[in-house]
């Protein structure tokens, strides 16, 4: 209750000191209005109106703004951290496509963002230089997604590219994410999916009506922060605060487990002095072709030719061979029991997935330490290509698979011919030369160094591999093969 104490100068021997008004009889929490005299006033309507919080303790704090807009801007600034002010935890370059807009399909379009993840949110921009805007346009110009009831997995029957995973909104939209770099999108998955995890999935739970509390009035604000603040439980106000700052604390906590990662890696023995010291074999996938099969004593290794033999066997007519990926999972057991040595059985029941064994065997050549096509014949493939006249152009090819060392020379025939089958059921599987072309060219042969060049060497990688498999009959069954 309020207790209103006039120090008029006609009381000024009593109130000498306005705060002798505060007796210890009156000294019970509240609000104290005290009118001050203007000494150069003769009038009472100049005299100033102070008002003063009285704490328990009897201490004086500093006046409460009266302004009503003011009181839920510093309500706000303290119950709510500003949106721009929250942390990033991960930003980079990522391949993006939207596939849907609250539920309505849309037409896959790759594209080459910049994401932002940060809080409850991820941020697409165009590029980095976008980011650096000020605030207001940037956020204009970016696409933002709530993260707050989403939903993150692994969606390889999405796309034929490999490494994708999608994010499904509670609005509905959803979005692929993809890189070629295994431990990138790795990092990015697991990032998006602890941030997900770590945001209530209950749209009416108190962090989202804070949030939602920055479009509602200035009444239901004082409201919401006054009355229900009040009957607010402390563990719960301890678990608000732990989400709004775990942020902080998991970063730290990653940047401890990468330091410590650096350290032991700089300790550990190289690969040489294991494979020295007999503690690790050479393996398959991973090493160079000549190496493979000079281990082999053959010309073509033998896990080529199981998974060309798995393929022809059951997969021919398959939709979308070599163009679906099967389960990364799968693929990564497959390619360890290889490495190890161990028999392989591609018959068994846990490779009934033909789209495991092609994955496997695309991520064979893609992982050899030089590609298919030798890195020293991948300028003079691209010449040859460029030829404009079509029996030059054969000619020019046909020679240079003949000069390719053995192993690659006899490899490639194989593979090629095997393409050549499945182009031969195009009707059924549809997988045309082209389609074939587009999945195996970046596979076998690229530059040594792809920087500066990569769009360009990407369309001669396609014509190379479409053109091979068209003309394989006159390249590669030559009299003097």
Same mark, same amino acid.
């Given at each position: 209750?309020?207790?209103?104490?006039?120090?008029?100068?006609?009381?000024?021997?009593?109130?000498?000191?306005?705060?002798?008004?505060?007796?210890?009889?009156?000294?019970?929490?509240?609000?104290?209005?005290?009118?001050?005299?203007?000494?150069?006033?003769?009038?009472?309507?100049?005299?100033?109106?102070?008002?003063?919080?009285?704490?328990?303790?009897?201490?004086?704090?500093?006046?409460?703004?009266?302004?009503?807009?003011?009181?839920?801007?510093?309500?706000?600034?303290?119950?709510?951290?500003?949106?721009?002010?929250?942390?990033?935890?991960?930003?980079?370059?990522?391949?993006?496509?939207?596939?849907?807009?609250?539920?309505?399909?849309?037409?896959?379009?790759?594209?080459?963002?910049?994401?932002?993840? =940060?809080?409850?949110?991820?941020?697409?921009?165009?590029?980095?230089?976008?980011?650096?805007? #000020?605030?207001?346009?940037?956020?204009?110009?970016?696409?933002?997604?709530?993260?707050?009831?989403?939903?993150?997995?692994?969606?390889?029957?999405?796309?034929?590219?490999?490494?994708?995973?999608?994010?499904?909104?509670?609005?509905?939209?959803?979005?692929?994410?993809?890189?070629?770099?295994?431990?990138?999108?790795?990092?990015?998955?697991?990032?998006?999916?602890?941030?997900?995890?770590?945001?209530?999935?209950?749209?009416?739970?108190?962090?989202?009506?804070?949030?939602?509390?920055?479009?509602?009035?200035?009444?239901?604000?004082? =409201?919401?922060?006054?009355?229900?603040?009040?009957?607010?439980?402390?563990?719960?106000?301890?678990?608000?605060?732990?989400?709004?700052?775990?942020?902080?604390?998991?970063?730290?906590?990653?940047?401890?487990?990468?330091?410590?990662?650096?350290?032991?890696?700089?300790?550990?023995?190289?690969?040489?002095?294991?494979?020295?010291?007999?503690?690790?074999?050479?393996?398959?996938?991973?090493?160079?072709?000549?190496?493979?099969?000079?281990?082999?004593?053959?010309?073509?290794?033998?896990?080529?030719?199981?998974?060309?033999?798995?393929?022809?066997?059951?997969?021919?007519?398959?939709?979308?061979?070599?163009?679906?990926?099967?389960?990364?999972?799968?693929?990564?057991?497959?390619?360890?029991?290889?490495?190890?040595?161990?028999?392989?059985?591609?018959?068994?029941?846990?490779?009934?997935?033909?789209?495991?064994?092609?994955?496997?065997?695309?991520?064979?050549?893609?992982?050899?330490?030089?590609?298919?096509? #030798?890195?020293?014949?991948?300028?003079?493939?691209?010449?040859?290509?460029?030829?404009?006249?079509?029996?030059?152009?054969?000619?020019?090819?046909?020679?240079?698979?003949?000069?390719?060392?053995?192993?690659?020379?006899?490899?490639?025939?194989?593979?090629?011919?095997?393409?050549?089958?499945?182009?031969?059921?195009?009707?059924?599987?549809?997988?045309?030369?082209?389609?074939?072309?587009?999945?195996?060219?970046?596979?076998?042969?690229?530059?040594?160094?792809?920087?500066?060049?990569?769009?360009?060497?990407?369309?001669?990688?396609?014509?190379?591999?479409?053109?091979?498999?068209?003309?394989?009959?006159?390249?590669?069954?030559?009299?003097?093969?």
């Amino acid at each position: 209750m309020e207790k209103r104490i006039n120090c008029g100068a006609r009381t000024s021997t009593n109130c000498d000191n306005p705060l002798e008004a505060l007796t210890p009889a009156h000294q019970a929490p509240g609000a104290v209005q005290m009118r001050i005299k203007n000494a150069n006033s003769h009038h009472d309507r100049l005299s100033q109106t102070k008002s003063m919080i009285l704490t328990d303790a009897g201490k004086v704090t500093e006046p409460i703004s009266r302004h009503r807009r003011n009181h839920s801007q510093h309500v706000l600034k303290d119950v709510i951290p500003p949106l721009e002010h929250q942390m990033v935890e991960k930003e980079g370059y990522l391949q993006k496509a939207k596939i849907a807009d609250g539920g309505k399909k849309l037409r896959k379009n790759w594209s080459t963002s910049w994401i932002v993840l =940060s809080g409850p949110k991820i941020e697409f921009y165009k590029d980095a230089k976008q980011q650096a805007l #000020p605030s207001m346009k940037a956020r204009h110009k970016a696409e933002c997604v709530d993260l707050r009831g989403a939903h993150i997995e692994w969606a390889k029957e999405k796309s034929s590219r490999k490494s994708v995973f999608q994010i499904t909104t509670a609005s509905g939209n959803e979005f692929l994410l993809q890189s070629d770099i295994d431990f990138i999108i790795l990092d990015w998955f697991h990032a998006i999916k602890n941030a997900i995890d770590r945001l209530p999935k209950n749209p009416s739970c108190q962090s989202l009506e804070l949030f939602n509390l920055q479009r509602s009035s200035s009444t239901e604000l004082l =409201s919401h922060c006054h009355g229900d603040r009040k009957e607010q439980k402390p563990e719960n106000r301890k678990s608000f605060m732990f989400r709004l700052h775990h942020s902080a604390s998991d970063t730290s906590d990653k940047n401890r487990v990468k330091s410590r990662l650096k350290k032991f890696i700089s300790r550990r023995p190289s690969l040489k002095t294991l494979q020295e010291k007999g503690l690790i074999k050479d393996q398959t996938f991973g090493s160079h072709l000549h190496t493979v099969c000079e281990r082999e004593h053959s010309t073509v290794p033998w896990f080529v030719k199981q998974c060309i033999e798995a393929v022809e066997k059951r997969g021919l007519d398959v939709d979308g061979i070599y163009r679906v990926s099967g389960n990364l999972a799968t693929i990564q057991k497959l390619k360890f029991i290889v490495n190890q040595e161990e028999k392989l059985n591609l018959d068994d029941s846990q490779w009934e997935d033909i789209h495991v064994v092609t994955g496997a065997l695309k991520m064979f050549f893609r992982e050899l330490s030089e590609p298919l096509f #030798p890195y020293s014949f991948f300028e003079r493939f691209v010449e040859a290509i460029k030829k404009q006249d079509h029996t030059a152009k054969i000619e020019a090819i046909k020679s240079l698979v003949k000069d390719l060392p053995p192993p690659n020379h006899d490899t490639m025939k194989i593979l090629f011919g095997h393409l050549t089958k499945i182009v031969a059921r195009a009707s059924k599987n549809l997988m045309s030369a082209q389609s074939l072309g587009i999945v195996f060219g970046p596979t076998l042969l690229r530059a040594e160094n792809e920087l500066g060049n990569m769009a360009i060497h990407m369309v001669y990688q396609n014509q190379i591999a479409e053109f091979m498999l068209n003309e394989y009959d006159k390249i590669f069954n030559s009299k003097e093969d």
